[in-house]
């Protein structure tokens, strides 16, 4: 029996004997359903995203569309210049450069528009949405996408705030001992420079969200800087529809943070909710998605002694019938959740343990 038809009959079974109270209506990976007419939308995000799902569930409550809901979600994440993985003050390029990366996703209508490596605008999500509604296209690029942001009055500004152009500074002047750039000497320093490297932080981070409201609508977004330390117009798996981000509006949506070329390689969104429209439960959907990049991760430089992959990858669904479920590689993980019209953080189900 396909997820819709189950949907339907719960919502008929609903009809005739209605449940308690909201509490029941939503539980993760539960057996129980949730989408019911007049019930509170549920929300999910990666776990920046607690301001994001709480304004999305707002707005989905004032009647917006579920689309312009988590757009407006992770607009405030986009514009937190203390996030270093999305939007203004987002980790740069390997030149100091931030390029952004985001996707959006329309369950009723089906229809998609995304922008990668877009310099200088604040919110590439809006300008995804503007690709859906004002454009022929799905994805637009670079110099071309900056172009179409401008034509549509997006202001410009320099995304890379003090603090994440200070983060960028260390790692270059501390990733090669064979390049020019020296870090500051430190009084203990005696060996002036020769000292080994410090250790690389490249960082991942992302804000997905995907709302599924009360009509049974389904919307998502993705949006981000991207890694850090990138090579200029490396695009990630954020903006590309059936890797960061896919909605079947009879299925549910699926979307993911963290290593994005093992998602692309994976098409992780798509194989989530492919997962979930054959029967298997949104965290389990998850799950999978991330054993089948673990099996495909046979390069020695991604894999630990023990063969495990040596990054993380967090995946997140959410289905039509109000089940919503995440995962990640390694545990430790969380996820933000607005159901039962509470907003909180859950864990995510894990792959491997960490140690
Ligand atoms: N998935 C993003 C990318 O690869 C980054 C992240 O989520 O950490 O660009």
Same mark, same amino acid.
Request: aromatic fraction near 6%.
């Given at each position: 029996m396909?997820?819709t038809?189950s949907?339907?009959?719960?919502?008929?079974?609903?009809?005739?004997? !209605?449940?308690?109270?909201?509490?029941?209506?939503?539980?993760?990976d539960?057996?129980?359903?949730?989408?019911?007419? #007049?019930? !509170? !939308?549920?929300?999910?995000?990666?776990?920046?995203?607690?301001?994001?799902?709480?304004?999305?569930?707002?707005?989905?409550a004032?009647?917006a569309?579920?689309?312009?809901?988590?757009?407006?979600?992770v607009n405030?994440?986009?514009?937190?210049p203390?996030?270093?993985?999305?939007?203004?003050? #987002?980790?740069?390029?390997?030149?100091g450069?931030?390029?952004?990366?985001? &996707?959006?996703?329309?369950g009723?209508?089906?229809?998609?528009?995304a922008?990668?490596?877009?310099?200088?605008?604040?919110h590439? &999500?809006q300008?995804?949405?503007?690709?859906? @509604?004002?454009?022929?296209?799905?994805?637009?690029?670079g110099e071309?996408?900056?172009?179409?942001?401008?034509?549509h009055?997006?202001?410009?500004?320099?995304?890379?705030?003090d603090d994440?152009?200070?983060?960028?500074?260390k790692?270059?002047?501390?990733?090669? @001992?064979?390049?020019?750039?020296l870090?500051?000497?430190? !009084?203990?320093d005696?060996?002036k420079?020769?000292?080994?490297p410090?250790?690389i932080?490249y960082?991942y981070?992302?804000?997905?969200?995907?709302?599924?409201?009360?009509?049974?609508n389904?919307a998502?977004?993705?949006?981000?800087s991207?890694?850090?330390?990138k090579?200029?117009g490396?695009?990630g798996?954020s903006p590309?529809?059936?890797?960061?981000?896919y909605?079947d509006?009879?299925?549910?949506?699926a #979307?993911?943070?963290?290593r994005?070329?093992?998602?692309?390689?994976?098409?992780?969104?798509?194989?989530?909710?492919?997962?979930?429209?054959a029967?298997?439960?949104?965290?389990?959907?998850?799950?999978?998605?991330l054993?089948?990049?673990?099996?495909h991760?046979?390069?020695?430089?991604?894999?630990?002694?023990d063969?495990?992959?040596?990054?993380?990858v967090?995946?997140y669904?959410?289905?039509?019938d109000?089940?919503?479920?995440?995962?990640?590689?390694?545990?430790?993980?969380?996820?933000?959740?607005?159901?039962d019209g509470?907003?909180?953080?859950?864990?995510?189900?894990?792959?491997?343990?960490?140690?």
């Amino acid at each position: 029996m396909s997820e819709t038809v189950s949907r339907r009959s719960f919502i008929a079974t609903a009809a005739a004997a !209605p449940l308690a109270g909201t509490a029941a209506f939503a539980q993760s990976d539960s057996k129980q359903p949730a989408a019911l007419r #007049g019930a !509170p !939308p549920i929300i999910i995000s990666s776990a920046n995203g607690l301001p994001a799902t709480q304004k999305a569930a707002d707005m989905i409550a004032a009647g917006a569309d579920p689309l312009d809901a988590v757009i407006a979600g992770v607009n405030i994440v986009e514009a937190d210049p203390n996030d270093h993985s999305v939007g203004y003050g #987002g980790l740069p390029n390997e030149d100091g450069i931030v390029e952004l990366d985001s &996707s959006v996703m329309h369950g009723p209508t089906h229809k998609a528009g995304a922008v990668a490596a877009l310099r200088n605008i604040m919110h590439p &999500s809006q300008v995804a949405r503007l690709v859906m @509604q004002r454009t022929d296209h799905v994805l637009i690029v670079g110099e071309g996408a900056l172009r179409f942001a401008r034509a549509h009055g997006f202001e410009e500004i320099n995304l890379l705030t003090d603090d994440a152009r200070k983060i960028w500074l260390k790692w270059k002047e501390s990733h090669s @001992q064979d390049d020019d750039w020296l870090p500051p000497l430190e !009084p203990a320093d005696k060996d002036k420079h020769s000292a080994a490297p410090r250790e690389i932080q490249y960082t991942y981070g992302t804000i997905h969200c995907s709302a599924l409201d009360a009509n049974g609508n389904i919307a998502g977004v993705t949006t981000t800087s991207g890694l850090s330390y990138k090579i200029p117009g490396r695009v990630g798996d954020s903006p590309i529809i059936g890797a960061g981000l896919y909605v079947d509006n009879e299925i549910g949506a699926a #979307g993911s943070t963290g290593r994005g070329e093992s998602v692309i390689q994976n098409a992780g969104a798509f194989a989530a909710v492919e997962l979930m429209r054959a029967g298997t439960a949104p965290t389990d959907a998850c799950l999978e998605v991330l054993k089948r990049i673990a099996k495909h991760t046979t390069d020695k430089r991604l894999r630990q002694d023990d063969g495990r992959p040596n990054f993380d990858v967090k995946m997140y669904a959410l289905a039509k019938d109000g089940r919503f479920g995440s995962a990640s590689i390694w545990s430790g993980g969380q996820f933000a959740v607005y159901a039962d019209g509470r907003n909180r953080l859950e864990d995510c189900a894990a792959l491997y343990e960490r140690k």
